[in-house]
């Protein structure tokens, strides 16, 4: 009796870790079938809207560091380097380091400031609301009617304002704009390739496609631009979850507002390039989702949008909870075959869920790899077959973690180190260096 019910249990997060795996599936099932539809129909990026520079509105770019002291240097000289009328170029460095970048990110502030440039170097008392608390400090002493966002190893091209603040102008009813965003140091080892391939295919087919379609698309926190009226209208920013620029995206939405992305020009970045740092990331990624589906799955069903349009955004919020099911599956299936003393139970479910992964994997981001020209197909086998294997490593050192949150413990924001290597100092803003 005792056996039975214990199989019984143990079958039971079996099929159910196995039921949501197959769901959070159809979810890029959905993504994938609208990139090709897109793609069947010669679908393009917004048209360029370009501006006198009489017209162009007043652009304040906030850059939020914290103990990363090249890193910032950098990021100062090539944001000064913009093509935006000076006198409308507002830079804000809002930094709330307690090591050498204060002192270093001034010097460098000082040099661009008597070449004309207009940087504010902001320091808070304390580091209140992390990221979030930040930028809703910068914001509330300018008055400038659009932000551009940039994390500190973001290396934007000088034309990406003219690219994506036009845009705005002329759709009143845009809130923010967002960039494709590349990887420096995507080549950099196995694991910055793995991070690079699934990049790619967020924002070039999951982003682009949602954003086609009408969908809930997440602004990334570093390579857009928001409207200042949105921001104010949809409540400011909140450190209320880890994720706070998915947290003002949802806001947002529900406020009326919609996101254009556009693929070019590219921002190029960083992906960490060590395990620990990676999981890190992906820790605070995982459990800011949780935070916010757990506020926000009720209200986005509730929105005034189409079905497909509340059930794409709600799939976009709560896709997170992959990582506990399948560890969940795992354990559950690997204790049911002993019981069982066969796997036979599980292999139709196995079945299904190899082949919709091989699916997923392939159609997220194979598209993206040859379109951008990354390399040979035998180096994109090689990293596309290390996928899987590292959403599963992430399944059970993120699994936990996202449980937690669930329950409702908090986590202190841990921000990703950044690394400023050679090529990159000496060619802080060259749009076409190696991405």
């Not at 393009?44 to 162009?56: F, N, W």
């Not at 001034?106 to 040099?111: G, I, T």
């Not at 690079?196 to 809930?216: I, K, M, P, T």
């Not at 990334?220 to 979850?241: C, L, Q």
Request: a positive charge.
């Amino acid at each position: 009796m005792v056996l039975d019910l214990l199989r019984f249990v143990v079958d039971a997060l079996a099929f159910g870790s196995g039921l949501t795996l197959i769901i959070i599936g159809l979810g890029f099932f959905a993504v994938i079938g609208r990139f090709l539809w897109d793609e069947l129909r010669g679908a393009k990026d917004p048209e360029i809207v370009v501006l006198p520079d009489s017209e162009l509105p007043h652009v304040l770019v906030q850059i939020p560091v914290y103990n990363e002291p090249l890193v910032t240097e950098q990021s100062l000289r090539c944001v000064a380097q913009l093509d935006w009328p000076k006198d409308k170029l507002h830079i804000q460095l809002l930094d709330d380091s307690t090591d050498e970048t204060t002192a270093r990110a001034e010097a460098v502030a000082k040099e661009l400031r008597a070449a004309g440039a207009d940087i504010a170097h902001v320091r808070r008392p304390d580091r209140v609301g992390f990221k979030a608390g930040a930028c809703a400090y910068g914001l509330g002493i300018s008055d400038a009617p659009f932000i551009a966002m940039l994390d500190a190893d973001f290396r934007p091209p000088p034309n990406w304002l003219k690219r994506g603040v036009p845009l705005l102008v002329k759709d009143k009813k845009a809130g923010f704009v967002q960039s494709r965003c590349e990887f420096s140091n995507f080549r950099k080892n196995w694991l910055t390739r793995a991070q690079g391939l699934v990049q790619d295919g967020h924002f070039l087919v999951e982003q682009r496609s949602r954003a086609h379609a009408g969908w809930l698309f997440q602004f990334n926190g570093t390579g857009g631009v928001w409207r200042r009226e949105t921001i104010e209208s949809a409540g400011g920013w909140s450190d209320f979850s880890l994720c706070e620029d998915l947290d003002l995206t949802v806001r947002a939405a529900l406020d009326g507002w919609h996101g254009i992305f556009v693929s070019e020009p590219a921002i190029p970045g960083q992906v960490p390039e060590g395990l620990r740092d990676f999981r890190r990331q992906q820790r605070r990624w995982s459990s800011g989702f949780v935070q916010v589906a757990q506020k926000t799955v009720i209200p986005l069903w509730r929105a005034p949008w189409t079905l497909v349009q509340r059930v794409a955004a709600i799939t976009l919020v709560a896709h997170q909870i992959f990582f506990p099911a399948a560890a969940i599956g795992v354990l559950a299936m690997i204790v049911g075959t002993i019981l069982h003393r066969s796997p036979a139970t599980y292999a139709p479910m196995l079945e299904i869920i190899a082949a919709m992964t091989t699916v997923v994997v392939l159609g997220m981001t194979l598209p993206p790899y040859v379109a951008l020209k990354r390399g040979p197909l035998a180096e994109y086998l090689k990293t596309m077959a290390s996928v899987p294997p590292l959403m599963i490593y992430l399944a059970f050192s993120n699994g936990a973690k996202i449980i937690q949150t669930m329950r409702g413990r908090k986590s202190p924001f841990k921000r990703t180190p950044k690394i400023e290597h050679a090529i990159k100092a000496e060619a802080p803003c060259d749009a076409d260096a190696e991405a």
